[in-house]
């Protein structure tokens, strides 16, 4: 993928604007921001963000390449989808945020501790697997992410909540045992594949052949 | 009008004064007291049987001064219009009922109020006289319109199409002014009502300035003659008859007689020479916006080129608010308001004319006034226009580049940007002649420094444009920062001078729609002017009024009070020295009346004797009633209204106040205070508008004049040996309505604790 990130760059060069324009999912949104900063205003979590939304629309537009796209912010959201409710120029901002991380996977630029991206990763490898998510396997895989220690002591300290889960049937120990799937796991994984073309060719398209 | 005053008095039941008041008392103060021969009562004296019991006495010869006893004089004057005969109008309903509790214990000195109110109303009419008119009117059709931009240019053909002949005026050699290097204008629309938001619809797009279509409609016009290269030597009159001395290019003077004036003489472009910190004037490639306009005029859609090296440009930085919205020295204080919608349709054309181009917008504030206003800068932002909060500091030429250096303020760092083209947007300056008090200031300045410094800020003061034979100056009075208008939000185009109209950027900064719209407004306004001036009856804010100062000459002392402190310099001096009034150039206000000194003049239906009179007729009880007497005088304009609307909406007011409406603060005088003082009055208060900076004054120097005026009153009050709390000047808003009723029970509470007045007999 670092050779992906070398051709944008390459093929980008002056603008950073028309290159998330051009492949970053509504990224032909980020020239409509008025940098009113509603958006930062109205995010729960704004605050811990480094770069609030405003902040990365305008970094965007002074070619703040790297700074954005290797930025733990765009994997701050939690798609609350307050931002996009109340921005005056009608921006999805979740979605552009949810498609700057996505862009910043596909160049690997992903900073490697997020815990976000690893948890994101984990919840498509859940998925991809029955194409449901399997509760116990990815709630283990969390406990564990940091090392057995940690995931004991974090396993002890939700033992209460997961005990209710496994009560009202809402997590079943039987699913550490394979677990079941939808009902066309290979038309699910069909769909997935067709998915993956379509998003090959569109950076094709913008960026080099796929794969160079 | 019969020389016989026959006197009657209306008085009305209705709206609860009936339950609320003994009419029979009422009926028997205007009688005996008021010595009215006929006074009538009527339970709904405003309804068709009511106001044709008026119109028969008066058709019948029985009536020629009326007073009309019933809701406020502002209340239902549709009704009690009688044009024909004088009237006095007590107000029972606002004034009294309203603005009492109910109640027993109340009562007496409720009806003792309604009793005085008819007293004040009596008196007043016996000393009003219908207004006459002068025989000084005369209806000329033909305006005047000076300024051959679209400003101008719009006025005279929307003052053809209304059928009215039009001079236009032009000190140029072609028509077009400051506009006529448009090579596109900001869209004159909105987008459609139905267009969504998003990130690629249909929003408005610059658009063909429309210079020549005009330029086409006005000399095609038989209404419009157009005199290029001309100006004006000479201005005097008044509206109705203004005379103009225009000086031609063939060295002829021609004088021509006018209704009306309209001044759209549009703006200068801000020097940019001020701004060396962006390299102005060092390298070609930093361009004012003006100058710019011309380059893409000259480029006329193909490829936008540096004036350096003639490289097409690839990079343009703009610079918002260069020279603007600061104050450093040189710079313009304020926001001229055209030039972010302005940088955002020239940051277009390089989008549409240079491909691959980046433009950037460094703003601080992006402010897109207008009729287009935000949907064009989405418009800007859909053509990838790029806007950066940022505030540019500097801009070092290098090696062919230009390096813009700001501070980004979203990402709160110094940076720059480097670039082929910077376009500072610059801003407008008013193109007016000399502020008229600044040419006063030299003539009178007391000492010889005073008149040097005066003399040196004339100095640099601008040409004259209208050249007006005024006892107050040759032009238009500014406002601020040398735009001329008199109040840009409450009275637009009405200026400090009667008859003549400002529109478009010598008013208030504005963009070509805006000033295009503004040419509309002030040429309806200058053709009511001159038709008001035809039938004698007054412009803003007393339209219609028919009434104007009348002076005694033989008691007239010549001491230029009245000319020199007149708001709209109406009034001129004769050789003798005598003032001039010029009837139509008059607002009404008074406030020469309350300047002079010998009380010589007066209106038919306003004088010191019509106020004097009424104050004088109020019964003022004993020291030891404790029933105190407070008079008010209020502004017609703002504080009577506000106590009107205050009673309307139950605000209660002390019983021992009196209220007396004004034509405006400024017409106060001030034998009325010492009148009221000698009657045994116990305190007195002036409500006026807010004066000075920010004033709301609706005859703009009125509410100042009388502050001036009554600064002085504390000391004939410790002279008399009273406390100065009795007599207070107060700034009321029409807004006020729990503050205006709030001073006058305040004044009474000041009373209880000062005591009685000891100058009751």
Avoid at chain 2, 158 to 184: I, Q, R
Avoid at chain 2, 410 to 434: K, R, Y
Wanted: aromatic share 8%; glycine share 8%; hydrophobic share 40%.
């Amino acid at each position: 993928m670092g050779e992906l990130n070398t051709a944008m760059i390459e093929r980008y060069r002056n603008s950073f604007l028309k290159e998330v324009e051009a492949n970053v999912e509504e990224g032909e949104w980020v020239k409509m921001c008025m940098q009113c900063g509603v958006c930062s205003g109205s995010c729960p979590l704004g605050k811990f963000w480094e770069h609030p939304p405003q902040e990365i629309f305008m970094m965007i537009r002074a070619g703040k390449r790297e700074a954005v796209l290797q930025s733990e912010s765009v994997w701050m959201c939690t798609s609350c989808y307050n931002c996009i409710v109340r921005c005056p120029r009608e921006l999805p901002i979740t979605h552009i945020m949810h498609g700057l991380a996505h862009y910043a996977k596909r160049l690997g630029l992903v900073p490697k501790t997020n815990p976000t991206a690893k948890f994101a990763q984990m919840f498509w490898d859940n998925l991809m697997v029955k194409g449901r998510i399997n509760e116990l396997k990815l709630g283990l895989a969390l406990y564990f992410m940091n090392g057995f220690g940690d995931g004991i002591k974090v396993a002890l300290k939700n033992q209460k909540l997961g005990m209710a889960m496994m009560k009202t049937g809402r997590m079943n120990p039987k699913e550490a045992f394979g677990g079941h799937a939808v009902k066309d796991l290979a038309g699910f994984h069909k769909v997935l594949k067709k998915a993956q073309e379509l998003e090959d060719a569109r950076i094709a398209q913008n960026g080099p052949p796929a794969g160079a | 009008m019969a020389a016989e005053k026959k006197l009657a008095g209306y008085i009305c039941t209705g709206c609860g004064i009936g339950e609320r008041l003994d009419a029979k008392q009422l009926q028997a103060v205007a009688t005996r007291e008021g010595k009215l021969p006929s006074v009538k009562q009527h339970p709904m004296l405003c309804g068709a049987e009511g106001v044709k019991l008026i119109q028969d006495d008066i058709d019948a010869g029985n009536a020629t001064h009326i007073m009309i006893a019933a809701c406020s004089r502002r209340s239902k004057v549709e009704a009690f219009s009688f044009p024909t005969v004088a009237m006095s109008r007590a107000n029972l309903r606002e004034g009294v009922i309203w603005a009492r509790p109910e109640g027993d214990e109340h009562q007496e000195t409720t009806q003792e109020m309604a009793d005085d109110y008819i007293r004040m109303a009596a008196a007043e009419i016996k000393f009003m006289t219908v207004p006459e008119s002068s025989g000084e009117q005369e209806l000329n059709k033909t305006l005047l319109v000076v300024g051959g931009g679209m400003t101008g240019m719009t006025a005279a053909v929307e003052a053809a199409k209304a059928g009215y002949p039009v001079h236009l005026v032009c000190d140029e050699p072609v028509l077009g002014g400051v506009w006529k290097d448009l090579y596109k204008r900001v869209p004159f629309r909105a987008a459609a009502f139905d267009v969504p938001g998003g990130n690629d619809v249909d929003l408005p797009q610059p658009e063909d300035p429309g210079l020549d279509d005009l330029i086409e409609q006005v000399m095609a016009n038989g209404r419009i003659t157009v005199h290029l290269n001309a100006k004006i030597t000479k201005t005097s009159g008044a509206p109705g008859r203004f005379s103009a001395d225009l000086s031609m290019e063939s060295g002829r003077t021609l004088t021509e007689n006018f209704g009306a004036i309209v001044q759209a003489t549009d703006y200068k472009p801000y020097d940019a020479n001020q701004l060396p910190e962006f390299a102005y004037g060092t390298t070609p490639d930093v361009l004012t916006n003006f100058e710019f306009e011309r380059l893409a005029k000259q480029a006329n859609g193909a490829v936008i080129k540096r004036p350096s090296d003639g490289r097409a440009v690839k990079s343009v930085a703009f610079i918002q608010c260069a020279g603007q919205r600061s104050s450093n020295a040189g710079h313009l204080p304020y926001c001229s308001g055209f030039c972010c919608t302005e940088s955002i349709k020239q940051a277009m054309y390089f989008k549409a004319q240079n491909p691959g181009c980046d433009a950037t917008i460094l703003f601080d504030d992006l402010r897109t006034p207008g009729a287009a206003g935000e949907d064009f800068y989405r418009s800007g932002q859909q053509a990838m226009v790029t806007f950066t909060k940022g505030q540019a500091s500097a801009v070092v030429a290098a090696g062919g580049d230009l390096r813009v250096k700001f501070k980004d303020l979203i990402l709160n760092e110094d940076t720059e940007m480097v670039c082929d083209l910077v376009v500072l947007a610059t801003g407008q300056v008013p193109n007016t002649g000399p502020d008229p008090y600044a040419q006063l200031a030299v003539d009178e300045a007391p000492t010889e420094e005073e008149k040097a410094a005066a003399r040196a800020a004339l100095a640099v003061a601008p040409p004259s444009i209208l050249n007006l034979d005024y006892r107050q100056g040759t032009d238009l009075p500014h406002l601020k920062h040398g735009f001329v208008d008199s109040h840009f939000i409450c009275f637009p185009y009405e200026t400090r001078r009667t008859g003549i109209y400002a529109a478009g950027p010598v008013r208030r900064p504005m963009d070509l729609k805006q000033a295009m719209d503004d040419a509309v407004g002030a040429t309806m306004k200058a053709i009511q002017s001159l038709e008001n001036a035809a039938r004698g009856s007054a412009a803003h804010p007393r339209v219609g009024d028919l009434s104007y100062p009348r002076f005694r000459k033989e008691g007239c002392t010549q001491c230029k009070r009245c000319t020199v402190e007149c708001p709209f310099g109406a009034i001129n001096e004769d050789e003798q020295r005598y003032p001039q009034f010029n009837e139509s150039r008059c607002r009404r206000c008074g406030t020469c009346m309350g300047a002079c000194p010998v009380r010589v003049i007066s209106f038919d239906n306003y004088s010191v004797d019509t106020v004097g009179q009424q104050l004088k007729a109020v019964d003022v009880p004993d020291e030891f009633s404790e029933k105190p007497r407070i008079l008010c005088l209020a502004c017609e304009n703002d504080a009577y209204p506000a106590l009107d609307m205050a009673a309307q909406s139950g605000e209660h007011i002390t019983p021992f106040a009196r209220v007396i409406p004004v034509r405006c603060l400024g017409s106060v005088s001030l034998s009325w205070v010492t009148d009221a003082l000698n009657s045994g009055y116990d305190g007195i208060v002036l409500m006026g508008c807010r004066r000075d900076d920010d004033y709301q004054c609706h005859f703009v120097r009125g509410s100042a004049m009388a502050a001036e005026r009554l600064s002085k009153v504390g000391d004939t009050l410790t002279q008399l040996n009273l406390e100065t709390e009795r007599v207070a000047v107060h700034e009321v808003a029409i807004t006020d309505l729990k503050r205006a009723p709030a001073i006058l029970n305040e004044m009474a509470e000041t009373i209880t604790r000062i005591g009685m007045s000891p100058f009751k007999f």
